[in-house]
T-cell receptor, first 115, second 110 residues
Framework: SAVISQKPSRDICQRGTSLTIQCQVD?????MFWYRQQPGQSLTLIAT?????????ESGFVIDKFPISRPNLTFSTLTVSNMSPEDSSIYLC????????????FGPGTRLTVL | RKEVEQDPGPFNVPEGATVAFNCTYS??????FFWYRQDCRKEPKLLMS???SGNEDGRFTAQLNRASQYISLLIRDSKLSDSATYLC???????????FGSGTRLQVQP
């Protein structure tokens, strides 16, 4: 299966600043997703990153707060904008492999703490 | 009602025990079902897919009851290394992204 990496692995940020998280897959994948896992909680889908077009956001998440880029089939970024302590969470990118594949794989996550 | 519901546990069992986790899902049109395992401070990893006919992988057995919208995972002969959070995961009809339960924490004790 493909290898997926995220940068940074962790960060501590000040309130009001923004952080961009990068996700790189070592092969072309059909679909990429961004999830959030708040402390003690399960994973919540933020958005589907669409290659070459705007991301599709889930209810409760908006582009102004979580802008996403996906310039090609192997790379995506998620920005957490104007951060507050409530944004402290683990952010995970995920992908589906070849067309028709059913299994979703996850990156190692970015642990974000907002002070 | 949550889309996927699980007992959060924790389940504390001795080594060698058999333990079962259950999960219910609300969308009757859901198409794919999985169990993922998540170790502390790590990303979720696929443990096994769940098929209507039931499936087994070594000490792990998964079953699906579509009529009751119920999924189960049975772990036999528990090992210390089985200690983790087990996530019940569903792919709703018409969607490619997964929906996660809140997870059931298992602690296997020596």
């Amino acid at each position: 299966s493909a290898v997926i990496s995220q940068k940074p692995s962790r960060d501590i940020c000040q309130r009001g600043t923004s952080l961009t998280i990068q996700c790189q897959v070592d092969s072309q994948v059909t679909m990429m997703f961004w999830y959030r896992q708040q402390p003690g909680q399960s994973l919540t889908l933020i958005a589907t990153a669409n290659q070459g077009s705007e991301a599709t956001y889930e209810s409760g998440f908006v582009i102004d707060k979580f802008p996403i880029s996906r310039p090609n089939l192997t790379f995506s970024t998620l920005t957490v904008s104007n951060m507050s302590p409530e944004d402290s969470s683990i952010y995970l990118c995920s992908f589906l492999g070849l067309a028709g594949a059913d299994t979703q794989y996850f990156g190692p996550g970015t642990r974000l703490t907002v002070l | 009602r949550k889309e996927v519901e699980q007992d959060p546990g924790p389940f504390n069992v001795p080594e060698g025990a058999t333990v079962a986790f259950n999960c219910t899902y609300s969308n009757s049109a859901s198409q794919s079902f999985f169990w993922y395992r998540q170790d502390c401070r790590k990303e979720p990893k696929l443990l096994m897919s769940v098929y209507s006919s039931g499936n087994e992988d070594g000490r792990f057995t998964a079953q699906l009851n579509r009529a009751s919208q119920y999924i189960s995972l049975l772990i036999r002969d528990s090992k210390l290394s089985d200690s983790a959070t087990y996530l019940c995961v569903v792919r709703p009809s018409g969607r490619r992204a997964l929906t996660f339960g809140s997870g059931t924490r298992l602690q296997v004790q020596p």
